[in-house]
């Protein structure tokens, strides 16, 4: 079936490093990809989108571009912040109900 | 900004007892979600809601599990007799449309502990 894999965690970096965040996808037909962001103590917040091959979701600094070639949609930030702390989780949807998601990857970002 | 608020944060029950989860969507969204998590596992989907009836549900959402939108603003989820594998953190999402435009909305979750 449809499923999402990203990179375990948690990752610890150093403020003003710059981020990666693996995640790959298996899935039949064209679905739209989605990074989530959960503060501590917070919902799911959608963090940025994209819905087909070659698009390039943004938002605070952070980017995600869907390859269908590598079935790949990783998160990168040129530089963090302390206050980016969080988990977050890569996503897929077909047009349906229900969203799929990763485990989640816990980021410690470090002053 | 409107928000979907969860309640409680943390349920803990002893195992064959019920459990209702309290979510309260954003107003004007007319379709509503449950997802849980279980620690360490992905976040999974249970349930969809719309127009008083599931819309989807997943294999999980067995017949101990039901949904119910009791007013026009609450949306509850009932476990009738708990297992300890029911522990997890329990999901509420909302949005205002449903196929690949649309956006749903989270709260904070209720963690259930299931003794």
């Known amino acids: 079936g449809d499923s999402v894999t990203q990179m375990e965690g948690p990752v610890t970096l150093s403020e003003e490093a710059f981020l990666t965040i693996n995640c790959t996808y298996t899935a039949t037909g064209y679905p739209s990809l989605f990074w989530y962001v959960q503060y501590p103590g917070e919902g799911l917040q959608l963090l940025l989108k994209?819905?087909?091959?070659?698009d390039k979701g943004s938002n605070k600094g952070f980017e995600a571009t869907y390859r269908k070639e590598t079935t790949s949609f990783h998160l990168e930030k040129g530089s963090v912040q302390v206050s980016d702390s969080a988990v977050y989780f890569c996503a897929l949807s077909k047009g349906d109900d229900k969203i799929i998601f990763g485990k989640g990857t816990r980021l410690h970002i470090l002053p | 900004e409107p928000e979907v608020t969860q309640t409680p944060s943390h349920q803990v029950t002893q195992m064959g007892q019920e459990v209702i989860l309290r979510c309260v969507p954003i107003s004007n969204h007319l379709y509503f979600y449950w997802y849980r998590q279980i620690l360490g596992q992905k976040v999974e989907f249970l349930v969809s809601f719309y127009n008083n009836e599931i819309s989807e549900k997943s294999e999980i959402f067995d017949d101990r599990f039901s949904v119910e939108r009791p007013d026009g603003s609450n949306f509850t989820l009932k476990i009738r007799s708990t297992k300890l594998e029911d522990s997890a953190m329990y999901f509420c999402?909302?949005?205002?449309?449903?196929?690949?435009?649309?956006?749903?909305?989270f709260g904070a979750g209720t963690r259930l502990s299931v003794l």
């Open positions: 999402a909302s949005s205002e449309m449903t196929g690949t435009k649309d956006i749903q909305y």
């Open positions: 994209a819905t087909k091959a070659d």
